[in-house]
């Protein structure tokens, strides 16, 4: 398992954790408020691995993580207008937006909803890694499912610190409340989690 702390981005780090990735591993990364746990999400075998570290159902799906628009259009059946107008205001983080699946995606991602929720990251290590990958990265909490997630390295878990094949480590994170989810595979977008934007300043964007 590779370590480091995080002060400036280091491109033989991004290159080691893409590498990872594209293996079918495991990578710790930083998110704004917490640190997460990405695999490559279009590669079952990685993502079970996601499900097992965190003992998690698999009747819950997991978010993705794009790096860009063209991206994001490789995971949704259809970006409908005000999930494109949602994503101009609020993304790059805070706001996870839920989408019609494209098919083809691994059940065990979708947990077979036949939704995704993609974010683009904010966190510059983490934009900055999966604009290297040639795939979606899970966005998941580095936590066992039901505890809370983690602002340090030291306070996660040491049975999901061993299992991650990199450990990104950008050191205190900024804590507080995770993104918004906004279902937008409705007639009208849905807020099915309120997080750090609030409700309202979803509406007033539409």
């Known amino acids: 398992m590779t370590n480091t702390a995080f002060d400036a981005i280091d491109h033989r780090l991004i290159e080691t954790a893409r590498r990872v990735a594209q293996n079918g591993g495991v990578i710790l990364f930083p998110a704004r408020c917490m640190y997460g746990l990405g695999a490559d999400a279009l590669n079952e075998a990685a993502v079970e691995k996601i ?19 063209d991206a994001v259009q490789r995971l949704a059946a259809h970006i409908p207008q005000d999930a494109k107008t949602l994503a101009r205001h609020f993304w790059p983080g805070d706001v996870t937006l839920v989408f019609d699946a494209k098919k083809g995606l691994p059940e065990n991602l979708t947990a077979g909803t036949g939704k995704i929720g993609v974010r683009i990251p904010g966190h510059p290590l983490t934009a900055a890694l999966v604009k290297a990958l040639d795939c979606p990265l899970t966005g998941t909490s580095a936590n066992i499912s039901g ?23 950008a050191g205190v994170l900024e804590g507080g409340v995770g993104s918004t989810v906004v ?11 309120e997080g750090v934007v609030l409700k309202k300043d979803i509406f007033s964007r539409l």
């Open 147 to 169: 505890a809370p997630g983690c602002r340090r390295i030291s306070d996660i878990p040491a049975q999901i610190r061993l299992a991650a094949d990199i450990v990104l480590d």
């Open 183 to 193: 279902d937008v595979t409705g007639s009208r977008p849905a807020v099915i989690r």
């Open 51 to 69: 499900f097992v570290i965190k003992q998690r159902d698999r009747g819950k799906p997991l978010l993705v993580l794009a790096k860009d628009m």
